[in-house]
């Protein structure tokens, strides 16, 4: 036998032995692609998010983060949730000048991310509000956040809360 024929039937047994494999764990190999698939659907990035801290009694919290558009469509960020247990709203604000005075208001049209584009979701600019806060948000603690997107994608976040490094801009909210 020549040392390729020999390469060949070798080539054959191990083409064999993985075509068996797969039929053998269809689950598995059906999981993987559903998983995969899910990867696919999000296509956004979500970057340096975290929740700030707040003293124990508060009931409103900010959560920041920077979202990266990985895909070639236009996304919108449509909504946003959090677990009960951690407040009874999230909605998404955003920050604008009345005067010489910072007002918040939410955006129910959401905040649209061009394909390939970043927003960044930071203090005195567009951010998430927790509204009812079951409890204050305490540093090294962490909740996760649901993004909803106009394409049905989902995106969970796990957020960590931290203090406030940066001591920036006054934030007036009106409940
Ligand atoms: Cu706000």
Redesign the pocket.
Known sequence: MSPLSKTLKSLVIATGLFALGLSAFPQAYAHQHKHHEANEQADVMVMNAYARATFAMAK?G?VYFTLHNQSDSDKTLTSVSVSQDIASEA?I?T?EMEGDVMK?R?LTDGVAITAGEMVSFESGGY?V?LLGLAKGLEEGSEFTLTLSFDDNSQLKVRLPVKKDQAKSHH?H?HE
């Open positions: 409103t900010a909605q604000h920050t918040m939410e951010h509000m934030h909210h």
